[in-house]
Protein backbone atom coordinates (compact mmCIF):
# COMPACT_ATOMS: atom_id res chain seq x y z
CA UNK A 1 0.00 0.00 0.00
CA UNK A 2 1.06 3.44 -0.34
CA UNK A 3 2.77 5.29 2.08
CA UNK A 4 1.48 8.68 1.35
CA UNK A 5 -2.25 10.23 1.61
CA UNK A 6 -3.03 12.88 -1.09
CA UNK A 7 -6.80 14.95 -1.91
CA UNK A 8 -8.74 12.99 -4.58
CA UNK A 9 -9.02 16.15 -6.84
CA UNK A 10 -7.44 19.79 -6.95
CA UNK A 11 -8.81 22.88 -8.95
CA UNK A 12 -6.25 25.99 -9.93
CA UNK A 13 -6.59 28.96 -11.64
CA UNK A 14 -4.63 29.42 -14.86
CA UNK A 15 -1.56 31.25 -13.46
CA UNK A 16 -1.78 30.91 -10.19
CA UNK A 17 0.55 28.54 -7.72
CA UNK A 18 -1.20 25.34 -7.66
CA UNK A 19 0.17 23.52 -4.06
CA UNK A 20 -0.53 20.34 -3.41
CA UNK A 21 -0.36 18.57 -0.37
CA UNK A 22 0.71 15.40 0.35
CA UNK A 23 0.93 12.93 4.26
CA UNK A 24 3.15 10.32 5.18
CA UNK A 25 3.25 10.23 8.53
CA UNK A 26 5.21 7.22 8.69
CA UNK A 27 8.20 7.98 6.54
CA UNK A 28 11.46 6.56 7.73
CA UNK A 29 15.22 8.82 8.16
CA UNK A 30 16.23 7.30 5.11
CA UNK A 31 13.41 7.56 2.80
CA UNK A 32 12.80 10.35 0.27
CA UNK A 33 10.05 12.25 -1.05
CA UNK A 34 9.24 11.77 -4.68
CA UNK A 35 6.87 13.67 -7.11
CA UNK A 36 5.77 12.35 -10.45
CA UNK A 37 2.70 13.58 -13.06
CA UNK A 38 0.90 11.87 -15.14
CA UNK A 39 -0.64 13.62 -18.29
CA UNK A 40 -3.67 11.74 -19.51
CA UNK A 41 -2.79 9.31 -21.97
CA UNK A 42 1.12 9.54 -21.52
CA UNK A 43 3.13 7.62 -18.94
CA UNK A 44 4.51 9.37 -15.24
CA UNK A 45 7.02 12.06 -15.58
CA UNK A 46 9.48 12.79 -12.89
CA UNK A 47 9.15 15.73 -11.53
CA UNK A 48 11.40 16.80 -8.25
CA UNK A 49 12.45 14.70 -5.51
CA UNK A 50 13.82 15.59 -1.47
CA UNK A 51 15.26 13.75 1.71
CA UNK A 52 15.12 16.56 4.29
CA UNK A 53 15.69 20.17 2.73
CA UNK A 54 13.38 22.21 0.71
CA UNK A 55 14.33 21.68 -3.71
CA UNK A 56 13.36 23.41 -6.08
CA UNK A 57 14.08 22.68 -10.20
CA UNK A 58 12.81 24.07 -13.57
CA UNK A 59 9.47 22.43 -12.86
CA UNK A 60 8.43 22.88 -9.44
CA UNK A 61 9.22 23.57 -5.56
CA UNK A 62 9.17 20.74 -2.93
CA UNK A 63 8.80 21.87 0.32
CA UNK A 64 9.02 18.97 3.19
CA UNK A 65 8.26 19.96 6.68
CA UNK A 66 11.10 19.79 9.61
CA UNK A 67 9.55 17.04 11.13
CA UNK A 68 9.29 14.85 7.47
CA UNK A 69 5.65 14.14 7.83
CA UNK A 70 4.13 16.05 5.22
CA UNK A 71 5.25 18.06 1.93
CA UNK A 72 3.75 20.35 -0.60
CA UNK A 73 4.84 20.53 -4.14
CA UNK A 74 4.34 24.03 -5.53
CA UNK A 75 4.05 24.67 -9.23
CA UNK A 76 4.78 28.60 -9.21
CA UNK A 77 2.45 29.84 -12.25
CA UNK A 78 0.36 26.58 -13.14
CA UNK A 79 -0.91 26.71 -17.27
CA UNK A 80 -3.37 24.74 -18.50
CA UNK A 81 -0.73 22.09 -19.78
CA UNK A 82 0.07 21.33 -15.81
CA UNK A 83 -3.63 19.84 -15.68
CA UNK A 84 -3.00 15.81 -14.59
CA UNK A 85 -2.90 13.18 -11.95
CA UNK A 86 0.27 13.66 -9.52
CA UNK A 87 2.00 11.22 -7.22
CA UNK A 88 3.63 11.85 -4.05
CA UNK A 89 6.04 8.73 -3.20
CA UNK A 90 7.91 8.01 -0.51
CA UNK A 91 11.22 5.41 -1.36
CA UNK A 92 14.03 4.25 -0.53
CA UNK A 93 15.57 5.82 -4.08
CA UNK A 94 14.78 5.92 -7.62
CA UNK A 95 15.91 2.29 -8.07
CA UNK A 96 13.53 0.64 -5.16
CA UNK A 97 10.09 0.12 -6.80
CA UNK A 98 7.91 3.36 -6.60
CA UNK A 99 4.43 2.45 -4.87
CA UNK A 100 2.01 4.83 -6.21
CA UNK A 101 -1.20 5.47 -4.54
CA UNK A 102 -4.22 7.50 -6.96
CA UNK A 103 -2.60 10.70 -6.76
CA UNK A 104 -4.53 14.07 -6.86
CA UNK A 105 -6.04 15.44 -10.13
CA UNK A 106 -4.97 18.94 -10.72
CA UNK A 107 -7.56 20.34 -12.97
CA UNK A 108 -5.80 23.95 -13.99
CA UNK A 109 -8.78 26.92 -15.17
CA UNK A 110 -8.80 29.36 -17.43
CA UNK B 1 18.08 11.46 -27.74
CA UNK B 2 15.05 8.98 -27.85
CA UNK B 3 13.58 8.54 -24.78
CA UNK B 4 11.67 4.98 -23.73
CA UNK B 5 10.13 3.34 -26.50
CA UNK B 6 7.35 0.86 -25.88
CA UNK B 7 5.91 -1.35 -29.02
CA UNK B 8 2.79 -1.95 -29.84
CA UNK B 9 0.69 0.96 -28.53
CA UNK B 10 -2.11 -0.76 -28.54
CA UNK B 11 -3.19 -4.38 -28.96
CA UNK B 12 -6.30 -6.76 -28.39
CA UNK B 13 -6.12 -10.15 -27.24
CA UNK B 14 -8.43 -13.29 -26.12
CA UNK B 15 -8.67 -15.03 -22.87
CA UNK B 16 -6.41 -17.48 -22.60
CA UNK B 17 -3.60 -16.32 -25.44
CA UNK B 18 -0.55 -15.00 -24.64
CA UNK B 19 0.95 -11.49 -25.16
CA UNK B 20 4.65 -10.00 -25.48
CA UNK B 21 5.66 -6.45 -25.21
CA UNK B 22 8.74 -4.81 -25.79
CA UNK B 23 10.53 -2.05 -24.15
CA UNK B 24 13.90 0.18 -25.09
CA UNK B 25 14.79 1.97 -22.48
CA UNK B 26 16.47 5.71 -22.52
CA UNK B 27 20.14 6.06 -23.65
CA UNK B 28 22.09 5.10 -20.95
CA UNK B 29 20.12 3.51 -18.66
CA UNK B 30 20.73 -0.21 -18.05
CA UNK B 31 18.08 -0.72 -15.84
CA UNK B 32 14.18 -1.62 -16.92
CA UNK B 33 11.14 -1.59 -14.70
CA UNK B 34 7.60 -2.95 -15.78
CA UNK B 35 4.53 -1.56 -14.55
CA UNK B 36 0.85 -2.25 -14.74
CA UNK B 37 -1.83 0.71 -14.79
CA UNK B 38 -5.88 -0.28 -14.75
CA UNK B 39 -8.47 2.56 -15.65
CA UNK B 40 -8.43 5.05 -12.94
CA UNK B 41 -5.51 3.34 -10.50
CA UNK B 42 -2.21 4.18 -9.99
CA UNK B 43 0.74 2.01 -12.04
CA UNK B 44 1.70 -0.98 -9.61
CA UNK B 45 5.27 -2.42 -10.16
CA UNK B 46 5.36 -5.70 -11.46
CA UNK B 47 9.52 -6.19 -11.98
CA UNK B 48 12.56 -5.05 -12.29
CA UNK B 49 15.22 -6.06 -14.63
CA UNK B 50 19.34 -5.14 -14.18
CA UNK B 51 22.47 -7.12 -16.22
CA UNK B 52 19.23 -9.45 -17.83
CA UNK B 53 18.09 -10.86 -14.13
CA UNK B 54 15.24 -10.10 -12.06
CA UNK B 55 16.18 -8.01 -9.64
CA UNK B 56 12.47 -7.59 -7.78
CA UNK B 57 9.13 -8.16 -8.18
CA UNK B 58 5.73 -7.33 -7.11
CA UNK B 59 3.03 -8.93 -6.34
CA UNK B 60 1.98 -10.51 -9.76
CA UNK B 61 1.54 -14.20 -10.91
CA UNK B 62 3.96 -16.43 -12.43
CA UNK B 63 1.94 -15.94 -15.49
CA UNK B 64 4.38 -12.46 -15.74
CA UNK B 65 7.73 -13.08 -16.67
CA UNK B 66 10.33 -10.88 -18.49
CA UNK B 67 13.77 -10.97 -20.08
CA UNK B 68 16.35 -8.10 -20.47
CA UNK B 69 18.77 -8.50 -23.56
CA UNK B 70 22.49 -7.52 -23.38
CA UNK B 71 21.73 -4.34 -25.16
CA UNK B 72 19.11 -3.60 -21.71
CA UNK B 73 15.94 -3.81 -24.40
CA UNK B 74 13.13 -5.71 -22.27
CA UNK B 75 10.22 -7.94 -22.77
CA UNK B 76 7.28 -8.09 -20.74
CA UNK B 77 5.38 -11.79 -21.65
CA UNK B 78 1.88 -12.74 -19.91
CA UNK B 79 0.61 -15.79 -20.47
CA UNK B 80 -2.95 -17.43 -20.02
CA UNK B 81 -4.34 -14.01 -20.30
CA UNK B 82 -7.25 -12.86 -17.98
CA UNK B 83 -9.93 -10.09 -18.85
CA UNK B 84 -8.36 -8.57 -15.51
CA UNK B 85 -5.06 -8.14 -17.53
CA UNK B 86 -6.80 -5.33 -19.37
CA UNK B 87 -4.86 -2.21 -18.60
CA UNK B 88 -2.15 0.07 -19.62
CA UNK B 89 1.52 -1.20 -19.50
CA UNK B 90 4.32 1.07 -18.83
CA UNK B 91 8.23 0.23 -18.84
CA UNK B 92 10.04 2.37 -16.77
CA UNK B 93 14.04 3.19 -17.45
CA UNK B 94 16.97 3.86 -15.24
CA UNK B 95 20.58 4.10 -14.29
CA UNK B 96 21.73 1.71 -11.90
CA UNK B 97 23.78 3.93 -10.16
CA UNK B 98 22.42 7.00 -10.92
CA UNK B 99 22.47 10.00 -8.64
CA UNK B 100 18.88 11.52 -8.72
CA UNK B 101 17.32 7.82 -8.93
CA UNK B 102 14.57 9.24 -11.16
CA UNK B 103 12.76 7.01 -13.12
CA UNK B 104 11.86 7.55 -17.07
CA UNK B 105 8.72 6.40 -18.37
CA UNK B 106 6.76 5.55 -21.83
CA UNK B 107 4.01 5.85 -23.41
CA UNK B 108 3.24 2.32 -22.38
CA UNK B 109 0.76 -0.52 -24.08
CA UNK B 110 -2.14 -0.07 -23.90
CA UNK B 111 -3.66 -4.16 -23.60
CA UNK B 112 -7.64 -5.29 -24.19
CA UNK B 113 -8.47 -8.59 -23.51
CA UNK B 114 -11.99 -9.83 -24.50
Known amino acids: DAKTTQPTSMDCAEGRAANLPCNHS???????VYWYRQIHSQGPQYIIH???NNETNEMASLIITEDRKSSTLILPHATLRDTAVYYC???????????FGKGTRLSVIA | DAGVTQSPTHLIKTRGQQVTLRCSPK?????VSWYQQALGQGPQFIFQ???????QRGNFPDRFSGHQFPNYSSELNVNALLLGDSALYLC?????????????FGEGSRLTVL
Open chain 2, 92 to 104: ASSFIWGRSGELF
Open chain 1, 26 to 32: TISGNEY
Open chain 1, 50 to 52: GLK
Open chain 1, 89 to 99: IVTLSGNTPLV
Open chain 2, 27 to 31: SGHDT
Open chain 2, 49 to 55: YYEEEER
